[in-house]
């Protein structure tokens, strides 16, 4: 007698369920870009979009309460110079999102609560230092205000948003980044390159701890972190067909799974939620969702379902486990996004008869506290997100958090303006200048967290400057007593009467000059 022994999961029915139309977004202008993008980023306040948006780039922040059709002229996030690549939602702040565009340029903006009355064009904060378009953020799960960016220029930078600096650049890419993922404590950070090879780097210091070759296909790959380690990776082989990949950080030229899928051209985005270990892959042009169950016994990424849909993605976003109904079991939530601009929310739940809170379901899951700053982070500590129960439905915050930004003061700042009429006006200020400075020595050097070295650097460039002043000063008003000696005798010869001969006879004091007009001449070594 034979018997199949079917394996035991929780998960094995779960099952997808979209809304009606008039509970979804409609008359959305998604973006045309090319670029491998999910367009897309959702929490618990809002859904933003990538748009298309004339002059420049933009997105759009919808409240999860204005659904239907969206006007023509709703008001969008739009301070960007070029079309927008990415965006990201704060885990700690569900008012601050991050964006990069083909600008360079990537800016932090803080949405206020109900949404956008009018077009929003001032950021809180503009990060500058990519030399190309930057086409990924990313922040940072644990430490508050860290955020990674990667651009075209092959950089990756990790920034402390609080005061717009430059923590770490990441300088060992030799191509394109495709992704970035840091591991669960943020201690690591996975990387997926245009040269086919998958790195895991040290965050801050820059340094590669291993690489491998990924997936042999010239598209896009992508890769993620597990909760527990292992890491899973989306990509093509050389003959085009789309693969998912799972690989242990100490082996990864030799993968655990590898698993060829279909023969259609579209990225695959992996969305991982962290507390149920399941991985949805959501292809760009496709009209199904894939979803697998990750576990520790083989052959360890386990196939559940697919769900269809009739139209093909343009974009997709993942609502946070914290935002999930779990009154109806829902385990997770997605916002597919149409090229016709229509916004279709899916729901997955997990069929169960009773209305009780599903303990298994439901542990705890990451919550929008930080678990450290990011002056905590850079000076090496980690830490594990902080998690909270989801028993009862969670609560969004009553009020909005402020992001503030405190730049860091430069010395140049303290150097002051040349004056606006000449060397005199210069030599003026340089003077009162280094006066005040030399006086305010010790005040300014701890107000502003500038060092007595570079103070004293400025002070010796200034007395310098003022030395070279004095000289150039002494020199002009020597040559201008020459020329106005030189040019007296010339005058008085205009004006006195030619003789006969054609001459002039001049007296000049003690002194004599009879020569002709035309000879009156300066020497080349009088002027």
């Not at 949805?280 to 052959?299: A, H, M, N, Q």
């Not at 002494?474 to 030619?498: D, F, Q, S, Y």
Request: aromatic share 6%; with cysteine.
């Amino acid at each position: 007698m034979s018997f199949r022994v079917v394996r035991s999961s929780k998960f094995r029915h779960v099952y997808g369920t979209a809304l009606k139309r008039e509970q979804c977004y409609d008359n959305i202008r998604v973006s045309k870009s090319s670029w491998d993008s999910t367009f897309c980023a959702v929490n618990t306040k809002f859904l933003a979009i990538i748009v298309e948006s004339a002059g420049g780039g933009a997105f759009i922040v919808l409240p999860h309460n204005k659904v239907g059709r969206i006007n023509a002229d709703h008001p969008l996030v739009g301070g960007h110079k070029g079309p927008v690549l990415d965006i990201a939602w704060c885990p700690h702040n569900d008012n601050v999102i991050a964006s990069g565009s083909e600008d360079c340029v990537v800016k932090i903006w803080q949405i206020p609560d109900g949404g956008l009355s009018r077009t929003l064009t001032e950021p809180v904060v503009d990060l500058l230092y990519h030399q190309r378009r930057v086409g990924l953020v990313l922040w940072h799960p644990s430490a508050l205000n860290v955020l990674l960016s990667a651009g075209s220029d092959n950089q990756a930078l990790i920034w402390n948003v609080g005061t717009g600096e430059v923590l770490v650049k990441i300088s060992c890419h030799p191509d394109i980044v495709y992704s970035a993922c840091w591991n669960w404590d943020g201690s690591k950070l996975v990387t997926t390159c245009k040269d086919k090879k998958i790195r895991i780097i040290d965050p801050r210091t820059g340094e590669v701890e291993s690489e491998a070759p990924c997936h042999d296909g010239s598209k896009a790959t992508r890769a993620i972190f597990l909760r527990h380690g292992l890491i899973f990776t989306t990509g093509f082989n050389k003959g085009s067909e789309r693969q998912y990949s799972l690989r242990a950080p100490d082996a990864l030229e030799e993968p655990i799974v590898l698993v060829d899928l279909d023969t259609s051209n579209g990225v695959m985005f992996p969305l991982y939620d962290p507390d149920t270990n399941l991985v949805f892959l959501c292809g760009k042009g496709d009209s199904v969702i894939r979803y697998f169950e990750v576990t520790p016994e083989p052959p360890f990424v386990h196939y559940i379902n697919t769900y269809q849909t009739s139209d093909p993605q343009r974009g997709i976003g993942m609502m946070p486990k914290r935002g999930c109904d779990v009154n109806i079991n829902e385990i997770a939530r997605f916002y597919r996004l149409n090229n016709n601009g229509y916004c279709q929310i899916i729901s997955m739940t997990v069929p169960r008869m009773s209305e009780l809170f599903q303990e298994d379901l439901y542990p705890d899951t990451v919550s929008d506290e930080a678990a450290m700053t990011a002056e905590e982070w850079s000076a090496g500590k980690d830490a594990d997100p902080l998690l909270i129960s989801l028993k009862g439905g969670y609560l969004s915050p009553s009020h909005s958090k402020q992001l503030t930004v405190t730049k860091k003061s430069n010395v140049l700042d303290k150097i002051p303006p040349k004056g606006p009429r000449g060397a005199a006006g210069v030599a003026q200020t340089t003077n009162s200048s280094a006066s005040n400075a030399a006086n305010n020595n010790v005040a300014v050097s701890q107000s502003s967290g500038v060092s007595e070295q570079e103070l004293k650097e400025v002070l010796d460039e200034i007395r310098k400057n003022k030395d070279e002043i004095r000289k150039l000063k002494a020199v002009i008003v020597k040559h201008e007593n020459r020329i106005r000696a030189l040019e007296a005798p010339t005058k008085a010869a205009a004006r006195a009467p030619e003789n006969e001969n054609g001459s002039s006879h001049i007296d000049a004091g003690s002194h004599q000059v009879d020569a002709p007009l035309e000879t009156l001449k300066l020497a080349p070594d009088e002027v």
